[in-house]
């Protein structure tokens, strides 16, 4: 599975931006699938996951009520919305498929990553 991250920009505190993730490969809509994020400095660090099926999503406490994960199986694409961005909020964006169909904030249970897509904030 080959992963293409994009969407990323700088944008003013309050603003959205909406990350789009496209994979290449028949078995995309077999796996959970996550964004992390890594800002300068810092490890990367769970951001949301959804199931193989959209039916359940995970949020960090960080982002809760202002992120939205969401994928399209026949378009074989992961989506990351993102409404009321803060400065902290600001690093590089990274898709990531799932080892399985379980759901996990840990870097090692995903295989496959996209090359990241970076998010800047400015306040």
């Known amino acids: 599975v080959q992963l293409q991250a994009s969407g990323g920009g700088l944008v003013q505190a309050g603003g959205s931006l909406r990350l789009s993730c496209a994979a290449a490969?028949?078995?995309?809509?077999?796996?959970?699938m996550g964004w992390f994020r890594q800002a300068p400095g810092k490890e990367r660090e769970f951001v949301t996951a959804i199931s193989w099926n959209g039916a359940s999503t995970y949020y960090a406490d960080s982002v809760k009520g202002r992120f939205t994960i969401s994928r399209d199986n026949a378009k074989n694409t992961v989506y990351l919305q993102m409404n009321s961005l803060i400065p902290e909020d600001t690093a590089v964006y990274y898709c990531a498929k799932a080892r399985t169909r379980n759901y996990s904030t840990d870097v090692s249970r995903y295989d496959y990553w996209g090359q990241g897509t970076l998010v800047t904030v400015s306040s």
């Open positions: 490969g028949r078995t995309f809509s077999s796996y959970h």
